[in-house]
């Protein structure tokens, strides 16, 4: 029996979100991965697999965030993952409501390892919206979740 190749979307924004997704990678096996973050000075870390720049945002630039929500969601629909994995902050929390509610797709959050104290504010607001909910750190997990199961340091 062979198993299907699943389709990942990996997704988060820049600097030490993407570097802990990137180490996420040889999880993703032989299956079929796009990645998504919010610079061009990637691609070259992810070979030949799909590549998707979208926009960067904060919370300080409501206008910047619906650009960013409304870019991730053509990205979902284009692609059309199983899975969406993220390792964090806006561009993860899109992704995994919209895949969630509107794909159907499995969801996994991996916090940062910089939260080394509480989740952070991505993190708490995805919650509902991840099939997997996982802090890097022992003392922020929670028997109903952040679960810990190590990090990707």
Same mark, same amino acid.
Request: a positive charge.
């Given at each position: 029996?062979?198993?299907?190749?699943?389709?990942?979307?990996?997704?988060?924004?820049?600097?030490?979100?993407?570097?802990?997704?990137?180490?996420?990678?040889?999880?993703?096996?032989?299956?079929? #991965?796009?990645?998504?973050?919010? $610079?061009?000075?990637?691609?070259?870390? &992810?070979? $030949?697999?799909?590549?998707?720049?979208?926009?960067?945002? $904060?919370?300080?630039?409501?206008?910047?965030?619906?650009?960013?929500?409304?870019? &991730?969601?053509?990205?979902?629909?284009?692609?059309?993952?199983?899975?969406?994995?993220? $390792?964090?902050?806006?561009?993860?929390?899109?992704?995994?409501?919209?895949?969630?509610?509107?794909?159907?797709?499995?969801?996994?959050?991996?916090?940062?390892?910089?939260?080394?104290? #509480?989740?952070?504010?991505?993190?708490?607001?995805?919650?509902?919206?991840?099939?997997?909910?996982?802090?890097?750190?022992?003392?922020?997990?929670?028997?109903?979740?952040?679960?810990?199961?190590?990090?990707?340091?």
């Amino acid at each position: 029996m062979t198993l299907r190749k699943k389709k990942i979307l990996a997704i988060s924004s820049a600097g030490g979100h993407w570097t802990q997704l990137l180490r996420l990678s040889p999880a993703f096996g032989e299956h079929d #991965v796009a990645y998504a973050t919010v $610079t061009d000075a990637y691609r070259p870390e &992810v070979d $030949t697999a799909r590549y998707y720049v979208i926009p960067d945002a $904060t919370l300080h630039s409501k206008f910047r965030l619906a650009l960013l929500g409304l870019n &991730v969601l053509l990205l979902l629909l284009k692609e059309r993952p199983d899975i969406i994995v993220s $390792t964090g902050a806006a561009p993860g929390f899109f992704a995994l409501f919209f895949g969630k509610k509107l794909f159907r797709a499995r969801t996994i959050w991996l916090d940062s390892v910089a939260n080394a104290r #509480v989740m952070s504010l991505s993190g708490q607001k995805v919650k509902p919206y991840a099939d997997l909910w996982l802090t890097q750190w022992p003392s922020v997990a929670s028997p109903d979740g952040p679960f810990y199961k190590g990090a990707v340091l």
